[in-house]
T-cell receptor
Framework: SQTIHQWPATLVQPVGSPLSLECTVE??????LYWYRQAAGRGLQLLFY??????ISSEVPQNLSASRPQDRQFILSSKKLLLSDSGFYLC??????????FGSGTRLTVV | QKEVEQNSGPLSVPEGAIASLNCTYS??????FFWYRQYSGKSPELIMS????GDKEDGRFTAQLNKASQYVSLLIRDSQPSDSATYLC????????????FGKGTHLIIQP
């Protein structure tokens, strides 16, 4: 069966510090991968998606970036965090008739 | 810009009653529709998917789709306290891998 792993679960970072969140998927090959953010009082916002290694599409201009170095690995990064980057970050994968499956999420607080 | 609208609630329903959640979407090109349940502090989990007009039933859940009216709904029969959560409506443009567009969710409270 397919599983998706996301870490860390919680993170507190100072403004201006770098960020790296990692997501890996098991039990499937060539999945479509997504990074979403859920800010307080707001809906899920699509940040990036990837249909294959090295292929990244950005939905929202921001100081975040994403990379897909391996088929089942998706990384969200920032060189310098802003207060507005705080939120609940969710990785998801899609494959066929299963809809979209989300990881357990990372709650990021920028202080 | 694609938009998905939901009443934020809270929607309060007595235990054992039917909970009715509604969603409208703006993009007529949308082909796939999903309902997710999200408990506080947790990630969304898929409850139902629906792709064609009409009703789709799965246990206590029924999803309804009307593409002409750009309207999706979720009915929860015999509501239980464990159904208390935020329900997210999501749509996907047909054939694309460019992700889901979500509504902000409806907060459902089942009163014992």
């Amino acid at each position: 069966s397919q599983t998706i792993h996301q870490w860390p679960a919680t993170l507190v970072q100072p403004v201006g510090s770098p960020l790296s969140l990692e997501c890996t998927v098991e039990g499937t090959s060539n999945p479509n991968l997504y990074w979403y953010r859920q800010a307080a009082g707001r809906g899920l916002q699509l940040l990036f998606y990837s249909v294959g290694i090295g292929q990244i599409s950005s939905e929202v201009p921001q100081n975040l970036s994403a990379s897909r170095p391996q088929d089942r690995q998706f990384i969200l990064s920032s060189k310098k965090l802003l207060l507005s980057d705080s939120g609940f970050y969710l990785c998801a994968w899609s494959g066929g008739a299963y809809g979209y499956t989300f990881g357990s999420g990372t709650r990021l607080t920028v202080v | 810009q694609k938009e998905v609208e939901q009443n934020s609630g809270p929607l309060s329903v007595p235990e054992g009653a039917i909970a009715s959640l509604n969603c409208t979407y703006s993009d007529r090109g949308s082909q796939s529709f999903f309902w997710y349940r999200q408990y506080s502090g947790k990630s969304p989990e898929l409850i139902m998917s629906i792709y064609s007009n009409g009703d789709k039933e799965d246990g206590r859940f029924t999803a309804q789709l009307n593409k002409a009216s750009q309207y999706v709904s979720l009915l929860i029969r015999d509501s239980q306290p464990s159904d208390s959560a935020t329900y997210l409506c999501a749509v996907e443009e047909g054939g694309g891998a460019d992700g889901l567009t979500f509504g902000k969710g409806t907060h459902l409270i089942i009163q014992p």
